[in-house]
């Protein structure tokens, strides 16, 4: 009887020890993701400051004309 009892309980928790292990890598994908977002929304600013300065010195040398 008493094994019966333990082998539950042992189930009872690696069942809790795999459920935390999934909320910890959906956090961590959400991170990911998160941080992938971001470092292509500077990637695009730096790109569009980029073509704004190439820009200016056209317009200042004459060669955008």
């Not at 999934?22 to 961590?28: E, I, R, S, T």
């Amino acid at each position: 009887m008493a094994d019966n009892k333990q082998a539950f309980q042992a189930g009872q928790a690696a069942g809790k020890a795999e459920e935390k292990s999934n909320v910890l890598v959906d956090k961590v994908k959400e991170a990911a993701t998160g941080a992938g977002t971001a470092a292509q929304t500077a990637g695009q600013k730096i790109s569009e400051a980029a073509v704004g300065a190439v820009n200016v010195v056209k317009d200042k040398t004459g060669l955008g004309k």
